[in-house]
């Protein structure tokens, strides 16, 4: 008897510039070969002025959601029918979600971090330092507050684009947040409990880039956390284990950010660990 055939595969994929630097397709292929999965990922380079005609193809095709990366994380808004929680408060997006005939905007950024920590910290109740003010640290700063983080420290160069992060987090969630201007060598205070690179020093090719930061002020107690994934062991990493802390690498979040959106798309709960030694392989070091 002849078999019904299917050879129509669930589309997901990625808009953004500079996608070809981007290792998120070869991590969620590598989950859904994993799993036995017929969905593939497309990487899709785009241009702001054509990001609209990208998501009107995503709805002609039947994605079923997409990732968004700079920088379309704000301006993918007006081209989608409702937000997430989270998304709503940090008006930033770098997930879409097909719900019925509607694209819900997700932000898995934050999400992935707090996912990273989990069996290392409890954010509830801890004092948070966080390096930076892009929409790396906004997600972040979002989620922790979520979460029950006590005090956040929102540490930038610029006071203006801290001072959104602190507006957001103060006006949206119980937690704390202050500004401190990055004018000069900065010491963590040793009562804190997490302390977060959210900005891009460090990332390949500057991988010789250090914070300026007292590294004698991190602390044995301390669980410090680096975002950038290229390379995965950054001297701000490498810094806080010579000092006795335990530390995050940014494959964590990476990883968990395609645990999250593979889940929102197939309803599947991922195994991170292939989607993890896939990076591994990429970012190999010599």
Known sequence: ??????????????????????????????????????????????????????????????????????????????????????AAIMRAVN????????????????????????????????????????GAARAIGVELALAGARAILVVNR????????????????????????????????PETDIVINATSIGLYPRVH????????SLKPGMVVADVIPNPPRTHFVKDAEARGCTTVDGLGMLVNQGVIGIKYWTDVDVDPSAMRQKLEEIYREE
């Not at 019925?100 to 989990?118: P, V």
């Not at 201007?181 to 205070?189: A, G, I, M, N, P």
């Not at 880039?209 to 004698?216: S, T």
């Open 209 to 216: 880039d250090r914070l300026d930061l007292d590294i004698e």
């Open 95 to 134: 997930c879409a979600v097909r719900r019925g005939d509607r694209y819900i905007g997700e932000n898995t950024d934050g999400k992935g971090f707090l996912l990273s920590l989990a069996g290392i910290v409890d954010p509830r109740g801890k004092r948070v330092v966080l390096f930076g003010a892009g």
């Open 1 to 86: 008897m002849p078999k019904e055939l299917n050879f129509l595969s669930q589309l997901t994929g990625s808009f953004s510039q500079s996608a070809a630097g981007n290792p998120t397709v070869a991590m969620i292929e590598a989950a859904y070969r994993h799993h036995g999965l017929d969905w593939r990922y497309i990487n899709c380079e785009v241009t702001p002025e054509k990001l609209g005609d990208a998501v009107r193809g995503a709805r002609a095709m039947d994605w079923a959601g997409f990732n968004c990366s700079l920088p379309h994380k704000v301006t993918v808004i007006e081209h989608l029918d409702g937000l997430g929680e989270s």
């Open 158 to 189: 610029t006071a203006e684009r801290g001072m959104e992060i602190v507006r957001v987090i103060n006006d949206n969630t119980p937690a704390k947040a202050e500004l401190t201007t990055w004018q000069r060598e900065y010491k963590v205070h």
